[in-house]
């Protein structure tokens, strides 16, 4: 984590983001339990987004932790402060 200053979120962004999944993700549960197909099908579909979920989710994380580590600069133990 970062501890750069001036780089968080506000509550309102936050909370945004937070009820758009919720929402993103009650409408995907509604949408396959509403699916006129075999209960397999609709299984594997609900397996199928929560993978896609978690590799997000992870994708997400390395790209931020790229970034913070490319902003940061390299420790050297004998530079002089």
Known sequence: ???TPGK???AAFYGQAVASFAVAMA???IGIYQLS???WVRGFLA???LYLVT???TLAKVIRD???GAAAPAYT???KH
């Open 8 to 10: 968080q979120n506000t």
């Open 1 to 3: 984590m970062s501890d």
């Open 47 to 49: 397996i199928a987004v």
């Open 77 to 79: 133990p004998f530079e």
């Open 27 to 29: 409408a995907t549960a």
């Open 66 to 68: 790229r970034q913070e």
């Open 55 to 57: 590799s997000s989710f």
């Open 37 to 39: 197909a075999d209960a």
